[in-house]
């Protein structure tokens, strides 16, 4: 277990407030000469800080030592950045065990490039509108959520006619104004709506009109929250730290597209091996922000390769 520092490219806004570093934390499994990596973002959002969750993989070293499996740890741990970082561990080690990749094991044929989409930090319009200019990506996600947000969504998409917008308010908007707010997306021709309204005071998205779908993110973690999710939201946006590791991450995924949502696969400000075992994942959805290392100053060795918005699947140096 380690704590690590990578330094984001300027610094990166949502509606919460700022950083200029990403911290992570690595969950290892080793057995001799075989080792496993997982990469978890602590949140504070959820309470999750990267010295309590580092605490927590110290303390299921001796569990993992006497035997303690992935089925096991399902169990043990509650769905968060521990359980994400030690539960991709596992899958990491079991491939490098065994020889067969990580998406076969996962029941996938292959694992596709996808193309992903390029997060905008919230800022001033003019800001927002440069970077859209600057980037030149075909599909943008705008953070949102401060005063001021139509002028944002209007500067970009004059800035960048032909992109496709997405947008995540990260909590930011009022249940008095979430309307207006919707409105604005349509005429800016936004595709996705991601967290408009605080978790646990979005009653009213099954009340009024939704003319863009609307996408879960805080309000949803694992399968057990998608039942109240139903009649609110139209997609659920999948992130590993949140479901506590791609083992549950993939039965949520197929949970979800039974009971009719959209996917979405997105992750935190992070490295290419946080990026790794999402790709499995991001095989299913309809929407892929896997952008994280594209925000940092620097990857990781063996890291993801990106070609534009298009990223390749991990090689078995890097994970799985």
């Known amino acids: 277990m380690r704590i690590e520092r990578f330094p984001i490219a300027g610094s990166f806004t949502i509606s919460r407030g700022s950083k200029t570093e990403a911290v992570v934390v690595i969950a290892e499994v080793r057995d001799g000469a075989i080792s496993g990596r997982g990469e978890c973002v602590p ?24 035997g ?11 769905a968060g950045a521990a359980r994400n970082a030690l539960d991709c561990a596992f899958w ?13 094991s996962a029941g996938l044929a292959t694992l596709r490039p996808l193309d992903t ?44 006619p032909a992109a496709r917008l997405i947008v ?17 997306c349509r005429e800016a021709g936004v595709e996705l709506i991601e967290q408009p309204l605080p978790a646990g005071a979005d009653a009213v998205l099954e009340q009024i009109a939704r003319p863009v779908p609307v996408c879960a993110d805080e309000s949803v ?7 109240g999710l139903v009649g609110k939201y139209d997609a659920v946006n999948v992130k590993l730290d949140k479901t506590g590791g791609l083992t549950e991450a993939l039965l949520m995924a197929q949970a ?28 299913m ?31 078995p140096a890097l994970w799985g």
């Open 221 to 227: 973690h694992d399968r057990a929250s998608l039942a």
């Open 285 to 315: 959805a309809q929407v892929v922000d896997l952008d994280g290392p594209l925000l940092l100053t620097r990857d990781r060795d063996h890291g993801l390769r990106y070609d534009g918005a298009r990223v390749s699947p991990p090689e």
């Open 92 to 104: 990491d080690f079991e491939a490098k065990a065994s020889g067969i990749p990580a998406f076969r």
């Open 168 to 184: 995540d308010a990260n909590e930011g908007w009022e249940p008095e104004t979430v309307a207006a707010h919707f409105a604005a």
């Open 68 to 78: 303690l499996d992935r089925d096991g740890l399902q169990r043990r741990l509650p």
């Open 117 to 160: 989409a390029y997060t905008l930090s919230l800022d001033t319009p003019d800001a927002m509108a440069a970077a859209a200019r600057r980037c030149g990506r075909p599909l943008l996600k705008l953070k949102l959520g401060a005063p001021g947000d139509a002028l944002r969504l209007a500067a970009v998409r004059a800035a960048a």
């Open 256 to 283: 979800a597209r039974t009971m009719g949502f959209d996917l979405m696969v997105g992750c935190m400000l992070a490295t290419s091996l946080a990026m790794a075992p999402a790709m499995l994942v991001a095989q």
């Open 43 to 66: 949140y504070p959002r959820y309470g999750e800080t990267p010295e309590a969750v580092a605490g927590a993989l110290t303390e299921m070293a001796e569990e993992v030592a006497q």
